[in-house]
């Protein structure tokens, strides 16, 4: 199928009826295909795997689709035919309701869908293949709903406001990364295009106006899709405060207490989070100057010093500092450009019932 042909979008409808419902896909493209590009609720198993795949598109590039269609039937027959569609039927038994897929919907789901029929276990086929499905997505981009973007100073809560409210899209959860320049986690952040397939699928199952929080064009390494750093520039703008204090106090709990909770332990989990916040300190030293980086730095190592004896209040003090100091003059800058779009602001418990679903979908700048 041609993805340049409009009429392409007629299956939209669909495509967005299987991804909002989470349909199990039956994803036959090779495994390295999968890596680079995935959905949240398809499971991958290859006709060919990446060694036979290549060995195919080698012969293709030389000898033509008939020579190379013909290879493929002779890598994959007997006994590794066998265990492929007893795979395939597996997941299908397990999966009722499942669709199939390759690429484009071309000949490796065609004759994927054929050899279950003929062992008697009939799957639809995506026609386009996952390119229309990820065509389909970046599509949603290009038509969002009403935003509402959270904003607030490092610490007042925006990510945990977000998971507490109906109808809210966790930007920094689907990228695995908090935002800030500590802000990675143990583990790795998900591809680019993992993340905006996430991303626009929980628009997709979002009812009306969405809730964001607000971010910059980058979550630690993942670039946030343009059209949708577009609208969240425009959309009104809810912040959220919080004492100093209590900030402290929520960063204390993500950023130190979870994170050591988190770490793997066969490591030395102090040490390792003491490395990695160091070296996330290094990143920010010329923004931050030779003063603060100096004074920061050294609460910092006292800080690590006496939690590895059993002490971790410390860490309040580096991190009132970093607040103080590096954060909320950046914040307080930023803001300023986006007076206009603040249309409410308080506390916790008064932004989160100004976000109920009864008001919600009501809110517009003023």
Known sequence: MDLNNPNQEALFPLLYRLLKSDTPLLDVRAAVEFSKGALPCATNLPILNDDERHQVGICYKQEGPQAATKLGHELVKDDTKRQRIEHWAAFVKANPG????????????????????????????????????RRCLLNLYE????????????????????NDVNNSVDLEGRANHRGSAFGNYWTQQPSQIDFENHVAIDILKSQGRVVLE????????????????????????????????????????????????????????????????LNALDAVKKRLGGAAYETISSAMRAAFDDHKKGDPAGHKNWIRSMLVTYYDPMYEYQIQSKQDRIIQRGSMTEIRAYLAPANLNGISVR
């Open 143 to 162: 038509n969002l709903p009403p935003l509402v973007v959270v904003a607030g100073k490092t610490g007042v809560g925006k990510t945990i406001l977000i």
């Open 214 to 277: 607000d971010e910059g064009r980058l979550i630690g390494k993942l670039s946030l899709p343009l059209p949708l750093q577009a609208a969240m520039k425009k959309a009104p703008l809810v912040l959220l405060e919080a004492s100093v204090e209590e900030r402290v106090e929520t960063i204390f709990q993500d950023y130190i207490v979870d994170s050591i909770d988190s770490c793997d332990e066969a490591h030395d989990p102090i040490q390792m989070l003491e490395t990695k916040y």
């Open 98 to 133: 499942a669709w199939i897929y390759c690429f484009r919907g071309g000949q490796r789901s065609t004759i994927a869908q054929r050899w279950l029929a003929e062992s008697g276990i009939d799957v639809p086929k995506i026609d386009g293949g996952y390119k229309a499905l």
